[in-house]
Every structure is written in C-alpha cells, then in structure tokens.
C-alpha cells in the first residue's frame, strides 16, 4: 500500500483480556517494527523484523507480548491478559530495508486502553 | 544512561524566532541521526536527517551533527505556528535500530 496501515485505531479492553494489533507494511518493505508511546512520552522500541524473523525481540516487556510476521508482510502484536500499564499508542514502521541511512515510515498507531 | 537524551521542554518561541533543539546520545559509534516531527494525536514524520558533521539545511530547518561530543541539534528559523509539536531525535544505534529520545514539544506564539 501507500503507507504503513494500523488496525484498530483504537481499542478499549477490560483488564485481563486479550487484544491483537495489525500492521500492514509499506509494499516491499523488508523491515518492520513496533514501538509504544505512553502518554507524553518517546518511543520505547519493542520488536523488529527483517522478513518474517524476529532478530530483536528485547523491546518486548514481558511474556505478555508476542508478535509475528508473515508473507513478509502483515505483523501481529498480541497482548496477552493486558494490564493497565498497557495502555499506550502502538506504533508500527516500516523501512525498504535495514541499511543504516534507511528511514522509517511509521503508520498512525493504535491507541490501547487498558480500563 | 539513556541513548538518546533531549533538553527538556516545553519550549515557547515568538512567531519569527528561531527554536533551538539539543539531543545527545550515548553510543559513540552511531552514525545516522534524524529528527521526527509528531503532531498532537499523530504519528511521527521525519523532516530531517544528517550522516556527516557539520550543518545539513532544508527550508528552514537546519540539522547540526558534532560526533566528537555526540551532539545533534535541530535549528528552526523563522518558526511558524505551524511548527508547534514535539519534536523527537533519533539515533540509529544498531544496523536496523533507532533509538528515540523522550521529545521536545515546541509552541510557537502568534
């Protein structure tokens, strides 16, 4: 597509439940992440991809969170018994590639609250 | 020690004046450095990025790289108030990573 696309925009969960957030990628874009940005804060870096591997896993904060790509295409993060330090703006960027001066398109985000 | 570390904000600039923003970072052996602009309830853009030292201008903003002091600053000239938004420095700090600073928002005055 033409940008990086995020579903849902915005998800309001109950404690304890389970929630999934898409990322549609940049056609071609071999490289993909995920940050989370809490309210009035920066970006926290949480996963990257190259392909459908996962080489950076360290963002994640806990066993909580998972995600997966596949087709090289398509990303999933999912939040697993979500709390209400969960609640943020996930963010999802793409790049052509991983090269060092590639930049990073990111996608509007979807904003989780955790009530 | 955070990676990336920007002056803290807010800061408030006249319409006309120039807005001046600071970000250091720890990793001595970065080498890409941006500057992403976010808008209230928007996602980040990027407006600026610089590889070499020295001055790097575009319109009116003007990006400085010192890597001896690790030092990368963001100059807006003849700020609009249009401009007024967090700004966020970025530092590639592996191959593929890029670390952020926790942003300066900036509000310009009419």
């Known amino acids: 597509g033409a940008g990086v696309s995020q579903s849902p925009s915005n998800k309001v969960t109950e404690k304890g439940k389970d929630v999934e957030l898409r990322c549609d990628p940049i056609s071609g874009h071999t490289a993909l992440y995920w940050y989370r940005q809490r309210l009035g804060q920066g970006l926290e870096f949480l996963i990257y991809f190259q392909g459908n591997s996962a080489p950076d896993k360290s963002g994640l904060p806990s066993d909580r969170f998972s995600a997966e790509r596949t087709g090289e295409s398509v990303s999933t993060l999912t939040i697993q018994r979500t709390q209400q330090e969960d609640s943020a703006v996930y963010l999802c960027?793409?790049?052509?590639?991983?090269?060092?001066?590639?930049?990073?398109?990111f996608g509007a985000g979807s904003r989780l609250t955790v009530l | 020690q955070k990676e990336v570390e920007q002056n803290s904000g807010p800061l408030s600039v006249p319409e006309g004046a120039i807005a001046s923003l600071n970000c250091t970072y720890s990793d001595r052996g970065s080498q890409s450095f941006f500057w992403y602009r976010q808008y209230s309830g928007k996602s980040p853009e990027l407006i600026m990025s610089i590889y070499s030292n020295g001055d790097k201008e575009d319109g009116r903003f003007t990006a400085q790289l010192n890597k001896a002091s690790q030092y990368v600053s963001l100059l807006i000239r003849d700020s609009q108030p249009s401009d007024s938004a967090t700004y966020l420095c970025?530092?590639?700090?592996?191959?593929?990573?890029?670390?952020f600073g926790a942003g300066t928002t900036v509000t310009v005055r009419a």
């Open positions: 970025a530092v590639r700090v592996y191959d593929y990573k890029l670390s």
């Open positions: 960027a793409s790049s052509r590639d991983n090269s060092g001066a590639n930049v990073l398109t």
